[in-house]
């Protein structure tokens, strides 16, 4: 699987971003998809994740700012990140589970939030 996320870049605290990650394949016969990000100096973390069935999980962090979704028709999924704060400033990569629960990564986006 392939992925190529999107929708990075430079935005002032309290505001959003819309990130985007575009399979190469039909992400509904994934078991989950999600979002991980790495700050500078730190270990890559969890930031939300979606199962096949819709179920959502999202880090104590981003709980109530960010949103997980997926569109099956675009094999895409996508990260709303609204009231970003500057400690959301990370590159953040995408990723999906087969049903044989490989994971798989694609490049990663680089969020900026300025204070």
């Known amino acids: 699987v392939q992925l190529q996320a999107s929708g990075g870049g430079l935005v002032q605290a309290g505001g959003s971003l819309r990130l985007s990650c575009a399979a190469s394949?039909?992400?509904?016969?994934?078991?989950?998809m999600g979002w991980y990000r790495q700050a500078p100096g730190k270990q890559r973390e969890l930031v939300a994740t979606?199962?096949?069935?819709?179920?959502?999980n999202y880090a104590d962090s981003v709980k109530g700012r960010f949103t997980i979704s997926r569109d099956n028709a675009k094999n895409t999924v996508y990260l709303q990140m609204n009231s970003l704060k500057p400690e959301d400033t990370a590159v953040y990569y995408c990723?999906?589970?087969?049903?044989?629960?490989?994971?798989?990564w694609g490049q990663g986006t680089l969020v900026t939030v300025s204070s």
């Open positions: 979606i199962t096949s069935g819709g179920l959502n």
């Open positions: 990723t999906v589970a087969s049903r044989t629960w490989q994971w798989y």
């Open positions: 394949e039909d992400i509904f016969s994934l078991n989950a």
